[in-house]
């Protein structure tokens, strides 16, 4: 079992920044892709995010590309989302999330991660 915890949230004006962090703890796993996902209220959880944790390519929505950044550091097992020229439309409960990587493939279903954390609120106020 992987158990994940996210950190980070909160309130922010417009333009503003904050960073999230995930820290997996159990049974982890250097061939993991991790992703950050976000659901609105009334709307289905989407997909934000995602970093290979071995070689830490990275993966974007296009909606968050040049203002979101996702990182890892492996010593202390966490993923980060800098989030930067925050608005009031990435108001959401964001979550992190694990499965194992395919090469292939930049996996961005909800339904096809084996992990997830708690969650923790951003809200963007105009």
């Known amino acids: 079992q992987v158990q994940l915890a996210e950190a980070g949230g909160g309130l922010v004006q417009a333009g503003g920044s904050l960073r999230l962090s995930c820290a997996a703890s159990?049974?982890?796993?250097?061939?993991?892709?991790m992703g950050w996902f976000r659901q609105a209220p009334g709307k289905e959880r989407e997909f934000v995010a995602a970093?290979?944790?071995?070689?830490?390519?990275?993966y974007y929505v296009d909606s968050v590309k040049g203002r979101f950044t996702i990182s890892r550091d492996n010593a202390k097992n966490t993923v980060y989302l800098e989030m930067n020229s925050l608005k009031t439309e990435d108001t959401a409960v964001y979550y992190c999330?694990?499965?194992?990587?395919?090469?292939?493939?930049?996996?961005?279903?909800?339904?096809?991660?084996?992990?997830w954390g708690q969650g923790t609120q951003v809200t963007v106020s105009s």
């Open positions: 999330a694990a499965r194992s990587t395919d090469y292939r493939f930049w996996y961005t279903a909800a339904s096809l991660y084996d992990y």
């Open positions: 159990g049974r982890t796993f250097t061939d993991a892709q």
């Open positions: 970093i290979r944790w071995s070689g830490g390519s990275t």
